[in-house]
């Protein structure tokens, strides 16, 4: 038995090994990495804060910071009434035109809110959850329209970002932008509708394939008489429209509403696998490990659908932290001008026109393109995207003092907040996509990686710039010789800068 004794001991050696390794300190890279995936990119005193922590401990810090609510007050309009359809039909031609006008304002104004939301936040994973299940649990206020309506959906995705997915899935089925985007609310007994029933098992919780056709229509009867009071906004269920009768989903028969379907479906094995496979796509790297997410998925199950068992699980994957191409991420429009504001500093001082530069990298806020949403990955970048990006970048780095180009520099400061209603949008829309939207100090962000910038860069310092600005290697290092100033505007515009 002597040789079990000395595997014992090594045994014993390698898992020491293995929990000194966890408790080494992340180093500003290791913080650099792990707050970039798990929000926006860092500036230099949140790496400062977390460089000293462990990968363990930086995780817990980050689940202990989460928000449920905004820090940036909320809108002016959000209280305002409704103009229910029957109403808006009624009005003449200028008043209905007046209504819908003042629908666009106000989600422009609500694109810019939640991005001064992402910006200002001591919570980035909290909105970087909240858009995560807005990529998930999609609605469009192209086709919901009543603004007010997308700003309290956004509110119920903060509310239960990092809390309980049975209890998110419940929220949100009720919630009246999806019952608008899914026609829920339009879905009565005798004339099911299924578009709800279809999406909430493909694209919210099993995946295809994983269902049957006849699954889907006893499931729509059960959501019958879900609906909406258009004086309030608020949902309300409509008995005298429901379908009581029996209803059999996935083989077990009884007299099904919309919520014991829910049930249902959630009892179903694949529901967190699914769901984690989409959180290691977030936050891990584009091919998911099998292995690694059924492990997962099955803590996550036990865990009574806490959403924070998965994340913190996923956040504490080697991949996080290690500065490796092969794993890399490509950032979505967000991740690329919210992470620019926070780590270099600098100030969204065009919250509004920074929304439209966003639509026109490919990512609207509250306007995904379908039921699908925002297919991520290398779907963020075509030839219109990745110019979209560099001029967006272009502008940010050569914007006056005063954070406005000299062709914008004669707009009126309003023209980002507020529009009458006689004008054009889609001309407004166009002089918003070309303004200056971010405000931010080059010589300030230089000065504190100790680069001068009008004097020439060493190539110590030169690969210490790199390495604090880049996720991965440069794609195209900074040339010997380069000043300052022309080495940051040379890391930003590497195609290495669009990665996480």
Do not use: C
């Not at 110019?387 to 707009?411: C, I, N, P, V, Y």
Request: hydrophobic share 45%; proline share 5%.
């Amino acid at each position: 038995m002597r040789w079990l004794g000395r595997l014992m001991v090594a045994l014993t050696l390698a898992f020491s090994g293995l929990t000194v390794a966890a408790e080494q300190q992340l180093g500003a890279q290791g913080a650099k990495l792990l707050l970039t995936r798990a929000g926006f990119a860092p500036n230099d005193a949140e790496v400062a804060a977390y460089a000293s922590l462990s990968h363990a401990a930086a995780v817990e810090r980050l689940l202990a910071g989460v928000r449920t609510t905004a820090v940036t007050p909320a809108p002016s309009w959000i209280d305002e009434r409704f103009v229910a359809p029957r109403e808006l039909r009624s009005m003449t031609e200028e008043a209905r035109r007046a209504e819908l006008q003042k629908q666009i304002r106000m989600g422009l104004d609500l694109r810019g809110w939640w991005l001064r939301e992402m910006v200002a936040t001591p919570s980035p994973l909290t909105e970087r959850m909240t858009l995560f299940w807005h990529n998930h649990f999609v609605s469009a206020q192209p086709k919901v329209r009543y603004t007010q309506l997308m700003y309290r959906q956004n509110v119920l995705l903060r509310g239960h970002a990092l809390g309980r997915f049975d209890e998110l899935l419940h929220a949100v089925a009720k919630d009246p932008a999806m019952l608008i985007y899914l026609d829920s609310a339009t879905n009565r007994r005798g004339s099911p509708n299924e578009n709800f029933a279809r999406e909430v098992m493909e694209l919210f919780t099993l995946g295809e394939g994983k269902y049957t056709e006849d699954d889907i229509k006893q499931a729509a009867r059960a959501f019958t008489g879900w609906s909406i009071d258009l004086a309030t906004g608020d949902y309300t269920f409509r008995r005298f429209l429901h379908d009581g009768g029996e209803k059999t989903v996935f083989g077990k028969a009884g007299n099904f509403d919309g919520d014991a379907v829910l049930d249902l479906i959630l009892a179903q094995p694949v529901v967190a696998e699914f769901i984690v496979r989409k959180l290691w796509r977030e936050f891990v790297s584009p091919q998911p490990d099998e292995a690694r997410v059924k492990r997962i998925a099955a803590q996550f199950r036990a865990s009574g659908w806490s959403i924070a068992q998965p994340v913190r699980a996923l956040l504490l994957q080697p991949e996080v932290i290690a500065r490796d191409e092969d794993n890399a991420l490509v950032k979505s429009p967000a991740d690329l001008v919210v992470g620019f504001v926070r780590q270099s500093g600098g100030e969204l001082s065009q919250p509004v026109a920074a929304a439209v530069a966003l639509a026109g990298m490919g990512q609207n806020l509250f306007s995904p393109p379908n039921v699908r949403g925002w297919p991520g990955g290398e779907a963020w970048i075509n030839t219109h995207t990745l110019l979209a990006r560099k001029q967006f970048l272009e502008r940010a780095l050569g914007g006056t003092a005063d954070g406005k180009s000299s062709a914008e520099a004669s707009m009126d400061d309003s023209m980002s907040g507020s529009m009458k209603v006689g004008e054009q949008p889609r001309r407004r829309l166009q002089m918003l996509e070309q303004t200056v939207s971010v405000r931010i100090d080059s010589e300030t962000w230089l000065a504190r990686a100790g680069v001068a910038p009008e004097r020439v860069v060493a190539p110590g310092t030169r690969a210490r710039l790199e390495q604090a600005v880049l996720a991965v290697p440069a794609t195209s290092p900074v040339r010997d010789g380069s000043l300052g100033l022309d080495a940051l505007r040379t890391i930003v515009l590497d195609p290495a800068y669009q990665l996480k």
